[in-house]
């Protein structure tokens, strides 16, 4: 495979469209299509080893339970059950990001960071976004006075058992990430294993 040609297709604040084209095994024409948060002409010379954004994945300290929220996604025309997350601003560490974005979903504190992954691809045959995910323990009251007007947050707090009554839910939509830990935890009780 051999890449010949970058194209920005669109100007958006946030998110852009770009076509790439190439050549595949067989040195036959090719071209993709895909989304990016880049804001430079060419996503693929980005440093890929810091993320785009953070994942929160919390556990509530007192309540013992897994933290999850449950948000309007515009795309989904309904909504999905996912983890605290948001862009990593300019300068901000994984943690420093982490921290205030636990904070605006979900009105809860950011008390130890339990493990932080590396830069991870969620969906790359459709974006080069990535993210890092932030395994950590919270405490505090659930909130949803901080979020932006643009969001529509739910906080819920899930022990084993009641998540083990969500996971297979038909009528639930799921973040990939989201479902993955959820099932760790049904299966194991922890959300991380930080032997």
Not at 77 to 105: C, M, N, V, W
Request: overall charge negative; aromatic content about 10%; proline content about 4%.
């Amino acid at each position: 495979m051999k890449i010949s040609g970058v194209k920005k297709i669109t100007n958006c604040k946030y998110l852009n469209l770009f076509s790439i084209h190439y050549k595949d095994r067989v040195d036959c024409e090719k071209e993709w299509i895909f989304a990016s948060r880049s804001k430079e002409l060419n996503p693929l010379e980005k440093d890929y080893t810091i993320p785009d954004a953070v994942v929160i994945v919390p556990f509530h300290m007192q309540e013992k339970k897994l933290v999850m929220i449950k948000e309007f996604r515009v795309a989904l025309g309904g909504y999905q059950y996912g983890f605290p997350a948001g862009l990593i601003d300019k300068g901000e560490t994984i943690e420093q990001a982490g921290k205030r974005e636990l904070f605006e979903e979900t009105g809860l504190t950011l008390k130890r960071v339990l493990q932080k992954s590396p830069s991870i691809f969620s969906s790359s045959g459709l974006t080069d976004e990535s993210i890092s995910l932030l395994f950590v323990e919270c405490e505090g009251s659930p909130s949803s006075r901080f979020n932006e007007t643009s969001e529509e947050i739910e906080v819920i707090m899930l022990s084993r058992d009641q998540a083990k009554d969500i996971l297979y839910h038909p009528g639930i939509k799921f973040d990939v990430k989201s479902w993955i830990v959820l099932n760790n935890f049904v299966s194991q009780g922890v959300i991380i294993d930080v032997r």
